[in-house]
């Protein structure tokens, strides 16, 4: 059974960096199309950034392009979502998902999830 673990969340001043990685057991990276949504309280889950399973396209939600970059090693089993600029509604729980198709926005097109990391940008 496939999963995810995230990590590299934490608290960061508004304009700081984050580097979140999401691990992959019990399969193989390069099967899926690897995604970041994240969550704020009280908010539905929202897409965030995409990348195919070879690397070789990205799609990114218009309220983080050109400020976070998605990046995997199939290799490691390791995919990246690197945050700069980061903005106080930046502040959610991220999470890691793992799918078959290319391209999908939608949390359901993602068979797999991790528990997720917090961030939060805040003074």
């Known amino acids: 059974q496939v999963q995810l673990v995230e990590s590299g969340g934490g608290l960061v001043q508004p304009g700081g960096s984050l580097r979140l990685s999401c691990s992959l057991s019990?399969?193989?990276?390069?099967?899926?199309?690897m995604a970041w949504f994240r969550q704020a309280p009280g908010k539905e889950r929202e897409f965030v950034s995409a990348i195919r399973w070879d690397g070789t396209d990205t799609n990114y939600s218009d309220s983080v392009k050109d400020r976070f970059t998605i990046s995997r090693d199939n290799a490691k089993n390791l995919v990246y979502l690197q945050m700069n600029s980061l903005r106080s509604e930046d502040t959610a729980v991220y999470l890691c998902?793992?799918?078959?198709?290319?391209?999908?926005?939608?949390?359901?097109?993602?068979?797999?999830w991790g528990q997720g990391t917090q961030v939060t940008v805040s003074e």
């Open positions: 998902a793992a799918g078959i198709m290319w391209f999908r926005p939608h949390a359901e097109s993602y068979g797999f």
């Open positions: 019990g399969g193989v990276l390069r099967h899926y199309t």
